[in-house]
């Protein structure tokens, strides 16, 4: 454990953002991290915990101390006939956590493959990708209060997962660091093919029979073919959310633009990709600069090399409003502005 000053976020932030954190420390252990709260000059700081630095986008540089969570290991904690229980640390690479899984033959997040981040990151947004959630297969994990240093275990519904949320950000923002997570893996394969793209991927892999590993495989080559890479273009990937409206809303849309697209949520609520009205708006490929909204995907926001993080939290509220204009649906932002 070491404290540094005046410390470059550059590297830890996949937008590829040049700002810096007048304080900077990466914990390993439950045990450091305690130490780094506890430090009596530390103890006013103001905190950010850094996973992969993937949700973020800075627009100044931080004045406090900035926390990288680097705790590693997975291990087998309970098995039953149907489920593996793996608890993995919070500084865990996501997508390596992934193909740990995929190499134990356990599913439940292939189609969580390739999405950036920590797996201590991953709970707080409850991330999800073509009809799998986080919370699909979560059990539990510890946290550690920053105030107090008392370490709490959250269950499922302790956590209030929803669409890209949970109680993490909302009403215990900022103060809990996540440190271990326990998730519950399918022994036998329960395969989601029918959300996105994913069926057409395999039929052109001319993939018959899918398994947990060929849905990985499809998800993987989905991604990379839609969105950019973050150490070739800056960017978070998707930036806006789906938005979520009532059926009637879909319905008066839907006569005044036939192709609006949607994934019936509930009998009364329906969900409409942001990317297809952001497309609509005119912003797909769209260039300023050094930055600006992606040649392939419209729900992308870039850094070209060199961007303010300021210009494009600007051009992030430019989009919400055209769309709104034009659709009268005000998007929310995935990525955290800081």
């Not at 390739?114 to 799998?132: E, K, M, R």
């Not at 009403?171 to 994913?198: C, D, M, P, R, W």
């Not at 990985?216 to 950019?228: E, G």
């Amino acid at each position: 454990m070491k404290l540094q000053t005046d410390f470059s976020l550059k590297p830890y932030n996949t937008f590829g953002i040049d700002v810096k954190a007048r304080l900077f420390a990466r914990f390993d252990s439950v045990a450091e991290l305690h130490e780094l709260l506890q430090s009596p000059e530390l103890k006013q700081e103001q905190k950010l915990i850094l996973g992969g630095g993937s949700n973020l986008l800075f627009t100044k540089d931080f004045d406090g101390l900035v926390l990288q969570n680097g705790i590693k290991g997975v291990e087998k904690v309970a098995e039953d006939e149907e489920h593996v229980y793996l608890k993995a640390g919070g500084g865990e690479v996501w997508h390596e956590f992934v193909l740990h899984t995929l190499n134990m033959d356990l599913g439940g997040i292939e189609n969580l493959s390739l999405i950036p981040g920590t797996v201590g990151a991953a709970p707080l947004q409850n991330i999800g990708a073509y009809g799998v959630e986080l919370k699909d297969v979560f059990q539990e994990l510890e946290a550690v209060h920053i105030e107090t240093g008392e370490v709490k275990t959250f269950d499922n519904e302790a956590c209030r997962f929803g669409y890209r949320e949970s109680v993490f950000k909302n009403e215990l923002k900022g103060q809990y660091i996540v440190t271990h997570v326990t998730f519950k893996l399918h022994k036998k394969h329960h395969l989601n093919t029918s959300y996105g793209a994913i069926k057409t991927t395999l039929e052109e892999m001319q993939v018959h029979e899918p398994s947990i590993h060929l849905v990985s495989a499809a998800v993987c080559h989905i991604r990379q073919s839609k969105l950019p890479d973050p150490k070739q273009i800056g960017n978070a990937g998707s930036f806006f959310k789906n938005p979520e409206i009532p059926l009637s809303k879909y319905e008066e849309l839907q006569r005044q633009y036939p192709a609006i697209p949607s994934y019936p949520v509930s009998e009364t609520t329906v969900k409409v990709p942001a990317g297809w009205l952001i497309e609509q708006c005119g912003w797909k490929g769209k260039v300023i600069g050094n930055y600006g909204v992606h040649k392939n995907q419209a729900l992308v926001l870039v850094n070209y090399g060199g961007a303010k993080g300021e210009d494009i939290r600007k051009l992030a509220f430019e989009v919400i409003q055209s769309v709104e204009d034009k659709f009268g649906i005000k998007l929310s932002p995935e990525v955290n502005i800081i």
